[in-house]
């Protein structure tokens, strides 16, 4: 059974940075489709940065392109996250789904193994 670790969530104030990792003990993610969500209490869980399986496609939130880039390397999956506002405070996920996912998507339906999250809070 694959297990997924987040860390890396942490205070930081309006406009400054944070970096989130995502390690799965051992298994390689270079060969699969993954993805970072993120849910707020009462709202409905958000796909933030999703990349295919190939590494070559990726889709963003609107809210998050420009600011936010997902990456991954065999071990791990990153979300690197600038320019940060009071509405991205909330829990992140991220996400794995099949190697045949070639297309970047952020439909949770498409992703079997999930973290258990780790805490962004962004506040002065």
């Known amino acids: 059974q694959l297990q997924l670790v987040e860390s890396g969530g942490s205070l930081v104030q309006p406009g400054g940075s944070v970096r989130l990792s995502c390690a799965a003990s051992g298994f390689r993610l270079d060969a699969y489709a993954v993805a970072w969500f993120r849910q707020a209490p009462g709202k409905e869980r958000e796909g933030v940065s999703c990349?295919?399986?190939?590494?070559?496609s990726t889709q963003y939130a609107d809210s998050v392109t420009g600011r936010f880039t997902i990456s991954r390397d065999n071990e791990k999956v990153y979300l690197e996250m600038n320019r940060l506002k009071p509405e991205d405070e909330t829990v992140y996920y991220c996400?794995?789904?099949?190697?045949?996912?070639?297309?970047?998507?952020?439909?949770?339906?498409?992703?079997?193994?999930w973290g258990e999250g780790t805490q962004v809070t962004v506040s002065s």
């Open positions: 996400a794995v789904g099949s190697k045949y996912i070639v297309e970047g998507t952020c439909d949770p339906q498409e992703y079997a193994y």
């Open positions: 990349l295919g399986s190939t590494g070559s």
